[in-house]
């Protein structure tokens, strides 16, 4: 007579188990497998999305000089980082909002005190270049008294910057991490299709003959 609570030989409790974890093992695989497929196309269109750049950085790379040398211009493009802040009247912005102008994208505080000095030179750039192609976004990251940063601007005669912020230490912390902030101020340029271009960790006389060229070159100016 047949115990049937025996098992049989096709249910033995010894294979059952490792057929699980052999099963789940390759569902790891394949998933990994997929994943980093994934990955390499995503890295493949970011890559193919910022060759143009490469002829812009051609360019840029000799005009980082003067007052502007310590603008660390890339070899190669890349995509930018994904960041979002407010506009003027408070409207949550990314970058993609600003597609087809190339950025002059500025982290600065009241309380950073190189920030507050560059302020006026960022503003005379953008009175010179800013328009449809160009735009210095400087972005406020005080996180508290906020306030004072656009009394601030106005007290300095900052008339003509437009107002950006992000004051809840997000965009500082997502910055950070990516290695683009090491302290205030920070300043990325990005190209019209969202493509980073150099970074300066630390300020600059945007105002100079210098800083011009650089950005001329950024848009393809060769005259002023």
């Given at each position: 007579m047949t115990d049937e609570t025996s098992p049989r030989p096709s249910e033995d409790p010894r294979r059952g188990p490792r057929r699980g974890l052999i099963l789940g093992a390759g569902a790891l695989v394949v998933g990994a497998v997929v994943a980093f497929a994934l990955v390499s196309r995503n890295s493949e269109a970011v890559a193919e999305a910022c060759i143009p750049a490469q002829e812009t950085l051609t360019r840029l790379a000799p005009t980082a000089t003067g007052e502007v040398a310590a603008v660390s211009v890339h070899a190669t493009p890349r995509l930018a980082p994904e960041i979002a802040f407010t506009g003027p009247e408070g409207e949550p912005l990314t970058l993609a909002d600003f597609e087809g102008r190339t950025l002059l994208l500025n982290l600065w505080a009241t309380w950073c005190?190189?920030?507050?000095?560059?302020?006026?030179?960022?503003d005379a750039l953008q009175a010179e270049y800013g328009g449809?192609?160009?735009?210095?976004?400087?972005?406020?990251?005080d996180t508290r008294n906020l306030d004072r940063p656009r009394a601030w601007l106005e007290e300095h005669g900052i008339d003509d910057l437009a107002y950006y912020a992000e004051n809840e230490g997000t965009l500082m912390q997502t910055l950070q991490r990516s290695g683009h902030v090491v302290g205030l101020p920070t300043t990325i340029l990005v190209d019209g299709a969202g493509c980073e271009l150099a970074v300066l960790k630390g300020p600059a006389e945007w105002a100079s003959a210098d800083a011009f060229a650089l950005i001329r070159a950024a848009l393809g100016r060769e005259g002023g």
């Open positions: 005190a190189p920030c507050r000095e560059e302020m006026p030179a960022l449809e192609e160009f735009e210095v976004v400087a972005v406020n990251v």
